[in-house]
């Protein structure tokens, strides 16, 4: 029945000029659909991960420690203004070579690990300057609240200084993970089997690029109107009262 569906799907976008027998082949079906898995598995780990190494960065931009904060301000500034390709291919030909090297060999890196480091790092350094604002933007008065209280720096960080900058730096955040979905296609670059790689792999023996391109950009839209839609619903849940009213 599903076959059924799907060629008469086929033959009515037919007169459009579209093309999309390829859904008729069980082979590139299945591959195109392990290449949305992938794509979707590299979202779901790399959001998480650039949230931890953003928090974790503007941890140390913050900590008042100069042998820290110094270091972390260079890979910021180094990160942010490289583009991410030329970041990936530095990691994966030039470090991955190195580890195998080192390990003979036993690299236990993947493809799909070295996406996600970059991709998560690279967006990291763009939350840990929106959530340092949020921390500076801390009102003085609560910080001296916290310390009557004999809170320490790492507890007044912790449970003032984070909870209130991640209210205020919301907005950003969620504009930061946005555009991390779409970096997710750069993995196409070093044959990840995510959606871009796999329709490229289609379309170079089908001739069918227009048609393929639709699907992605309807996936990645669909993919980052679930993020946009998620950070507002944030955004209205931790509404401070007072704050921005």
Same mark, same amino acid.
């Given at each position: 029945?599903?076959?059924?569906?799907?060629?008469q799907?086929?033959a009515?976008l037919?007169p459009l000029?579209?093309?999309?027998a390829?859904?008729l082949?069980?082979?590139?079906r299945?591959?195109? *659909?392990?290449?949305?898995?992938?794509?979707l598995q590299?979202?779901?780990?790399s959001?998480?991960?650039?949230?931890?190494?953003?928090?974790l960065?503007a941890? *140390?931009?913050?900590?008042?420690?100069?042998?820290l904060?110094?270091?972390l301000?260079?890979?910021?500034e180094?990160?942010?203004?490289t583009?991410?390709?030329?970041?990936l291919?530095c990691?994966?030909?030039v470090l991955?070579m &190195? /580890?195998?090297?080192?390990?003979?060999?036993g690299?236990?890196?993947t493809?799909f690990?070295?996406?996600v480091l970059v991709?998560?790092?690279?967006?990291?350094?763009?939350?840990?300057e929106?959530?340092?604002? *949020? /921390?500076?933007?801390v009102?003085g008065?609560?910080?001296e609240?916290a310390?009557?209280?004999a809170?320490?720096?790492?507890? /007044? &960080?912790?449970?003032?200084?984070?909870p209130?900058a991640c209210?205020?730096?919301?907005?950003a955040?969620?504009?930061?993970?946005?555009d991390?979905?779409k970096?997710?296609a /750069?993995?196409?670059?070093i044959?990840?089997?995510?959606?871009?790689?796999?329709?490229?792999?289609i379309w170079?023996?089908?001739?069918?690029?227009?048609?393929?391109l639709?699907?992605i950009?309807?996936?990645?839209?669909?993919l980052?109107?679930?993020?946009?839609?998620?950070g507002?619903?944030?955004?209205d849940?931790?509404?401070m009262p007072g704050?921005?009213?």
């Amino acid at each position: 029945m599903t076959q059924g569906w799907l060629e008469q799907g086929v033959a009515w976008l037919r007169p459009l000029g579209l093309n999309y027998a390829f859904v008729l082949d069980a082979g590139e079906r299945a591959a195109f *659909g392990r290449g949305l898995w992938v794509t979707l598995q590299l979202c779901l780990v790399s959001i998480p991960v650039s949230l931890l190494f953003g928090v974790l960065i503007a941890a *140390g931009l913050t900590s008042g420690r100069a042998w820290l904060a110094r270091p972390l301000s260079a890979f910021v500034e180094l990160t942010r203004n490289t583009p991410t390709l030329v970041q990936l291919y530095c990691a994966f030909l030039v470090l991955n070579m &190195l /580890i195998s090297q080192k390990l003979e060999g036993g690299n236990p890196v993947t493809p799909f690990m070295w996406v996600v480091l970059v991709v998560a790092l690279h967006k990291a350094v763009f939350h840990a300057e929106a959530l340092r604002a *949020g /921390i500076e933007a801390v009102p003085g008065v609560t910080l001296e609240a916290a310390r009557s209280l004999a809170f320490s720096r790492g507890e /007044i &960080l912790l449970r003032v200084q984070l909870p209130l900058a991640c209210r205020f730096a919301l907005p950003a955040l969620v504009n930061n993970l946005v555009d991390l979905v779409k970096m997710t296609a /750069i993995a196409s670059a070093i044959a990840v089997g995510d959606v871009t790689y796999e329709s490229i792999m289609i379309w170079s023996q089908r001739d069918n690029v227009l048609e393929l391109l639709l699907l992605i950009l309807l996936y990645f839209g669909l993919l980052t109107w679930l993020v946009s839609l998620a950070g507002r619903w944030l955004e209205d849940r931790l509404r401070m009262p007072g704050y921005g009213q």
